[in-house]
């Protein structure tokens, strides 16, 4: 993909992971603190492809979340995911470079600037908005109207029940955004994880036919007429039992790349 150069906003558009608030439709098999913990997991995943898209693409990450009270919860995830994978690229450095030869001195250098970064990326990543609105259509055209007033060119939203979204997702939706106006990434229940626009399209959300079921195709023809679009990566989403299962079942397929999203799926799974 070539260097980003408009200005790019990234939203990722959550629920706090509350105990008994979140991730309630997965209380008929799990427990409120069981289903808190797999939320936390899943936005832990969203973040994660954040932060790989900013790797790759300048852009700023904006966390629109619901309700109040859970700020501090969420700037906590937000930073120990952060601080988790600054350690990870730390280790993966030096093993890479183990049997190099290097002055002490460097060492040391390399080591303090490593500590300072990891220290002022975990403290700066991402800036922390309310959602406002009556339903979820309002709040997420009111984040984009936001976003749009501070001059932002590109603006991707999405959200945070998808555990195999990667920043890889992120950034071709952001690829697409050069030829479109809208880009769509559908869930296989109808309805969609990932939103992006180059412009203002309040239509998406306020011509939506909200009594189809699919919402997918009903965001294409509120828009179809004065927009021009694309449709990118399918995901499944996590409600219900049964989505978690189905994941479970993926992940296992998936092999040892998948292992320690299972191995941390069942961690939860597992206790009583």
């Not at 693409?57 to 995911?81: A, H, K, M, R, W």
């Amino acid at each position: 993909m070539e260097k980003q150069t408009k200005k790019t906003a990234l939203i990722i558009f959550t629920r706090v992971p509350i105990s008994g608030q979140t991730k309630t439709r997965l209380f008929s098999k799990f427990s409120p603190e069981q289903a808190k913990e797999l939320h936390e997991l899943f936005l832990k995943k969203a973040i994660e492809a954040a932060i790989q898209t900013t790797e790759e693409v300048d852009c700023n990450v904006f966390f629109f979340y619901t309700p109040s009270q859970g700020l501090e919860i969420l700037q906590s995830i937000v930073n120990e995911t952060y601080s988790e994978l600054r350690t990870q690229s730390n280790q993966e450095f030096q093993e890479e470079n183990s049997e190099k030869v290097f002055n002490i001195s460097d060492l040391a250098d390399n080591a303090k600037e490593a500590a300072r970064s990891t220290k002022e990326k975990k403290s700066s990543f991402g800036r922390y908005l309310l959602q406002e609105g009556e339903d979820l259509w309002e709040k997420m055209e009111r984040a984009f109207a936001w976003c749009f007033r501070k001059r932002y060119e590109q603006v991707i939203l999405f959200g945070t029940d998808i555990p195999e979204i990667s920043g890889g997702d992120i950034i071709h939706a952001l690829y697409q955004l050069h030829y479109v106006d809208v880009v769509i990434a559908p869930t296989f229940d109808k309805g969609y994880y990932l939103i992006g626009m180059r412009r203002p399209i309040p239509q998406v959300f306020s011509n939506l036919d909200k009594n189809n079921p699919d919402v997918c195709h009903a965001s294409v023809k509120a828009i179809e007429d004065i927009a021009s679009y694309a449709i990118v990566a399918k995901h499944h989403d996590v409600d219900t039992p049964e989505d978690l299962q189905n994941l479970i079942e993926r992940l296992k397929r998936g092999g040892e790349e998948c292992k320690k999203n299972l191995d941390d799926i069942l961690s939860i799974i597992k206790k009583n």
